[in-house]
């Protein structure tokens, strides 16, 4: 057993525990959950940010094209108890050539695999347990020295009750004013720390925004920008990436324009003609939104579902992306869908006070409602669409 000395810190009338110790450590004795696994005080634990955090740590994350400190100041919170419980002792010392006698706290800390078994899940994790799931050895990056010298910052309570941890939990978690996501974002962008798909998102929102012809230039919110009736990254993002957009980027674009400028430079293009085309057809503006619908985040969270199957349905046309042809099987959505006027799909205030479209403006006040409205009214234009195309067999 290895004694891990701890400096005792008192708020009213209780007592906890400041510790300096290897992470290694900690994490053998952890309670064992696994990832997505129902806990009784926090949350289930996310492997993917374990593993990021282990990357990280191992110097692997890039940022400013340098490898990451990968330094963690900030002090996850742990509980202990059983025998590896907070222990105290008299010691003497001498202090200004006088020797008195002052009590000194200390944890035993089991370090051989047998010492382990025995405290098995006698420490558990209060606050920050992907910090310290990272050093754990199934999650540990290859690249990260086994023999370098890594310490952390622990606050350390001892025997706390469930409802005690509940309570540190929902402080530390809850009653903290926290980075608002877009922000965060925006921070992870600048550092280097936003990878894949997420990356990709970023920079192509990115150029969106920039481009002056765009009907989103600088509508789109980054960090902790402030826009009337704007969007935020963060939502956008996620919508390129669940609704094919992204998708749509990989498979269409780049493999015609492989130079990575050319090909976020085409598909801005490609995105500024689809939306002006839905613009002019609509009679609205995204620069100057009123209270149509179409100009909300769930109408582009419409427009964006809908983006890859209509682009698909002209490529195989042989059309190019023009906005042209983007109008000319827009324009087919009133008849597909027995509609007076293009307004009618996005159930404005100025569309037909009906049942039919009172019940779609419905479907925009909730994601799932709006993606299966989208779902059902692109297959029934692109039905429409070839019907059309056959004209008649005899």
């Given at each position: 057993?290895k004694?891990i000395?701890v400096?005792?810190?008192?708020q009213?009338?209780?007592?906890?525990?400041?510790?300096?110790?290897d992470?290694?450590?900690?994490?053998?004795?952890?309670?064992?959950?696994?990832?997505?696994?129902?806990?009784?005080v926090?949350r289930p634990?996310?492997?993917k940010?374990?593993?990021?955090?282990?990357?990280?740590?191992?110097?692997?994350t890039k940022i400013?094209?340098k490898?990451?400190?990968?330094l963690?100041?900030?002090s996850?919170?742990?509980?202990?108890?059983?025998?590896?419980?907070?222990?105290?002792?008299?010691?003497?010392?001498?202090?200004?050539?006088?020797?008195?006698?002052?009590?000194?706290?200390?944890?035993?800390?089991p370090?051989t695999?047998?010492?382990?078994?025995?405290?098995?899940?006698?420490?558990?994790?209060?606050?920050?347990q992907h910090?310290?799931?990272?050093?754990?050895?199934?999650?540990?990056?290859?690249?990260?020295?086994?023999?370098?010298?890594?310490?952390?910052?622990?606050?350390?309570?001892?025997?706390?009750?469930?409802n005690?941890?509940?309570?540190?939990f929902?402080?530390?978690?809850?009653?903290?004013?926290?980075?608002?996501?877009?922000?965060?974002?925006?921070?992870?962008?600048?550092?280097?720390?936003?990878?894949?798909?997420?990356?990709?998102?970023?920079?192509?929102?990115?150029a969106i925004?920039?481009?002056?012809?765009?009907?989103?230039?600088?509508?789109?919110?980054f960090?902790?920008?402030?826009?009337?009736?704007?969007?935020?990254?963060?939502?956008?993002?996620?919508?390129?990436?669940?609704?094919?957009v992204?998708?749509f980027y990989?498979?269409?674009?780049?493999?015609?324009?492989?130079?990575?400028?050319e090909?976020?430079?085409?598909?801005?293009?490609?995105?500024d003609?689809?939306?002006?085309?839905?613009?002019?057809?609509?009679?609205?503006?995204?620069?100057?939104?009123?209270?149509?619908?179409?100009?909300?985040?769930?109408g582009?969270?419409?427009l964006?579902?809908?983006f890859?199957e209509?682009?698909?349905?002209?490529i195989?046309?042989?059309?190019?992306?023009?906005?042209?042809?983007?109008?000319?099987?827009?324009?087919?959505?009133?008849?597909a869908?027995?509609?007076?006027?293009?307004?009618?799909?996005?159930?404005?205030?100025?569309?037909?006070?009906?049942?039919?479209t009172?019940?779609?403006?419905?479907?925009?006040?909730?994601e799932g409602?709006?993606i299966?409205?989208?779902?059902?009214?692109?297959?029934k234009?692109l039905a429409?669409?070839?019907?059309?195309?056959?004209?008649?067999?005899?």
């Open positions: 057993m004694k000395i400096h005792k810190i008192q009213k009338d209780v007592d906890f525990y400041s510790m300096v110790a992470p290694r450590m900690v994490a053998k004795l952890r309670r064992k959950y696994t990832a997505g696994e129902k806990q009784d926090q634990w996310i492997e940010k374990v593993r990021e955090i282990s990357e990280y740590v191992a110097g692997k400013e094209d490898k990451s400190l990968g963690i100041p900030n996850p919170i742990i509980n202990v108890k059983g025998d590896l419980k907070v222990r105290s002792e008299e010691i003497f010392i001498e202090e200004n050539g006088t020797k008195k006698t002052i009590t000194q706290y200390y944890i035993m800390f370090e695999e047998e010492e382990i078994v025995e405290h098995e899940n006698e420490l558990e994790i209060i606050d920050g910090r310290i799931i990272a050093f754990d050895e199934d999650y540990i990056d290859p690249n990260f020295d086994s023999n370098i010298i890594y310490e952390m910052n622990f606050s350390v309570f001892s025997n706390q009750t469930d005690e941890r509940k309570e540190l929902m402080v530390t978690n809850e009653k903290q004013d926290k980075v608002e996501t877009n922000l965060l974002r925006y921070i992870k962008k600048s550092l280097g720390m936003l990878i894949g798909d997420d990356e990709v998102t970023y920079d192509l929102l990115d925004n920039r481009e002056s012809s765009s009907p989103l230039y600088q509508k789109i919110m960090g902790a920008d402030k826009i009337k009736k704007g969007y935020k990254e963060t939502q956008m993002s996620k919508i390129f990436k669940l609704y094919g992204k998708k990989d498979n269409r674009v780049i493999p015609v324009y492989q130079n990575e400028r090909a976020v430079n085409n598909f801005v293009i490609i995105i003609n689809y939306l002006s085309a839905w613009e002019e057809l609509s009679n609205v503006s995204f620069q100057q939104p009123e209270s149509d619908t179409i100009t909300k985040i769930s582009l969270r419409y964006m579902y809908v890859p209509i682009c698909d349905k002209l195989n046309n042989k059309e190019k992306l023009l906005k042209d042809n983007f109008k000319n099987l827009i324009s087919k959505y009133p008849e869908l027995k509609l007076e006027n293009i307004k009618c799909v996005f159930c404005d205030d100025k569309g037909e006070d009906n049942e039919e009172i019940e779609r403006s419905l479907a925009f006040r909730g409602a709006t299966a409205l989208a779902k059902s009214d692109i297959q234009v429409y669409v070839n019907s059309e195309q056959i004209g008649g067999l005899l």
